[in-house]
């Protein structure tokens, strides 16, 4: 069950309380238009009757006619004035002896009479059907308002963009400009950008008293004196969000009942917003210390066992080194080439992480030869290609293209050993390039790395580039960021990765690169 909505209003009043907007729903037409019309009409009449030559008594019952249907038109007082003008008009010009007042007889005095009744008692009732309709059509106005405020908080995805709306939404509704303060962490009542109503230190005042006032519970005290605004706290609970401030500056007048509740309506709509916008915040930002938390278990754990295999290999082969000599003595010094050498690109993908994670990745852009860094990753990896039969294919033609070298180095070497340590020794791997036209874009320059191992899992892709992510067939080694620096590197040479099944069986990844580097790409 919501909480309920503890409204403090502050009215507008004080000598000086003026502006030049009104409330455009309850604006009336200027009173003397109303009594030039009943004018008119009578006129129009007692002309007519002037020159037809008529029983007197005929144009009595027109001036009835008329009379009940400007009922449908103007206010009770225009119908009483009509009233007293018609029987006037009639007894002076139209009753025997004309232009003078004639002595009624009993029969005209009694039709006077029932005239004045039905006279009085239709404009009674016009008025108060016309009261009922404005109301019943103000009610529609503001349910139509508050629903397509509700729709629109709905849709919204930020609490700016929500307000924005309200606020736009609150400017219609209420035919004057509003404004939404909102407490922040200094307890300080802050305006936000798309209020419309300027609070100056006045009305902050005003606000701030309000605030204040619903926050210790207490009845709402009387206003500043000079302010323009109509302040109402937004609270849900016993927690206080801000003021919700409308300038209502007619002078010297409070703010009408109906727009005080409407202003309780739309406050509450608005204190749902923010309690809503502070739950999701809360809950985004749980889960993103329950994710910081968990990638960082992951990293400690990995980092943990990842450096404990290469360390005790380097420190048993430096202990055998030390006592062997000959044949044994290279493949001891092959194992330590070989661990640190893991090591290394072990260290190298926890730096390339940190520097995209912190964003302070610096592109050095020049012409690239794909010959060359095919070549570059091959050495990288090093001897662990000497178990998988390996194919590069490149056309004679492929032109230079511009990237950052050892970035591209970096995404081929983790691609060759991705393809390393999700196959079994013996599994082919290809590596080929080219260029090819997508769009948008136009050309660009591809290379790409496939192998024939068991391939793909279908639920592992939507995660396949996330960090720490390894995958089902993955031999022991490997933190599963090479992937996640894969396409953090392509992404930031304007380019990107894709990952799909190999035609055949196994996996294949594609880098794609531009053929021209775009403007926005940061030279150093």
């Known amino acids: 069950m919501p909480a309920r909505l503890h409204p403090s209003i502050i009215p507008a009043s004080g000598p000086d309380a003026s502006g030049d907007v009104i409330d455009r729903e309850t604006r009336q037409p200027p009173v003397w238009r109303e009594y030039a019309e009943v004018l008119l009409v009578i006129a129009a009449i007692t002309t007519v009757a002037w020159f037809v030559p008529v029983d007197y008594r005929v144009f009595g019952d027109i001036y009835l006619l008329a009379v009940i249907v400007l009922c449908l038109r103007v206010s009770r007082w225009a119908i009483l004035f009509a009233s007293v003008a018609s029987v006037v008009a009639w007894n002076f010009v139209i009753v025997p002896p004309r232009m003078a007042f004639s002595q009624l007889y009993l029969h005209d005095s009694m039709f006077l009479g029932t005239y004045f009744v039905v006279a009085i008692v239709a404009g009674q009732l016009t008025a108060r059907l016309r009261e009922k309709e404005q109301q019943e059509r103000q009610r529609e106005q503001q349910a139509t308002a508050m629903f397509h405020l509700t729709r629109a908080l709905g849709s919204a995805r930020t609490l700016d963009e929500a307000v924005d709306v309200a606020l736009r939404q609150a400017d219609t509704l209420f035919g004057a400009p509003t404004a939404l303060s ?71 007048a409070d703010m009408p009942p109906k727009y005080r509740k409407l202003m309780e309506v739309f406050v509450g709509q608005i204190g749902l917003l923010v309690e809503r916008e502070q739950f999701r915040a809360a809950s985004e930002r749980e889960k993103l210390l329950a994710e910081s938390e968990r990638m960082h ?7 943990s066992h990842e450096l404990k295999t290469p360390v005790a290999v380097l420190r048993s082969a430096a202990e055998g080194l030390a006592r062997e000599k000959g044949a044994r003595r290279e493949i001891l010094a092959q194992e330590i ?22 964003g302070r990745l610096r592109l050095r852009l020049d012409w ?7 070549g570059a990753a091959r050495r990288a990896v090093g001897e662990g290609l000497t178990t ?27 691609l060759l050993l991705n393809a390393l340590h999700h196959t079994p020794a013996g599994t082919a791997i290809s590596v080929y390039a080219g260029m090819e036209k997508r769009e948008p874009g136009g050309e660009c320059v591809f290379v790409t790395v496939a192998d024939r191992g068991p391939g793909l899992a279908p639920e592992s892709r939507a995660k396949l580039f996330q960090k720490f992510e390894r995958g089902d067939h993955a031999r022991a080694g490997g933190l599963g960021l090479g992937l996640s620096i894969v396409r953090g590197f392509m992404l930031a040479q ?12 196994g996996a294949r990844f594609m880098i794609y690169l531009p053929h021209k580097v775009h403007e926005s790409v940061p030279h150093e």
Do not use: K, Y
């Open 388 to 414: 998988r039969p390996l194919t590069i294919a490149v056309p004679a033609d492929m032109p230079l293209f511009m990237a950052d070298a050892v970035l591209m180095e970096h995404v081929l070497s983790n």
């Open 182 to 252: 909102l407490l922040g962490n200094n307890g300080r009542l802050a305006l936000h950008p798309a209020s419309s109503f300027p609070l100056d230190e006045r009305e902050l005042a005003l606000a701030e008293s309000a605030c204040r006032e619903a926050g210790a519970e207490e009845q709402p005290a009387p206003a500043l004196p000079h302010g323009q605004g109509a302040h109402l706290a937004v609270r849900r609970g016993q927690t206080v969000f801000g003021v919700f401030s409308v300038q209502w500056s007619r002078r010297g």
């Open 297 to 303: 278990r992951t990293l400690l754990d990995s980092v």
């Open 337 to 358: 080439r070989t661990a640190a050498r893991r090591l290394d690109h072990l260290v190298a993908n926890l730096l390339d992480q940190t520097r995209l994670d912190a």
């Open 368 to 374: 690239c030869d794909v010959h060359d860094l095919i």
């Open 494 to 505: 304007g380019g990107d990765v894709v990952a799909d099944d190999n035609p055949g069986g």
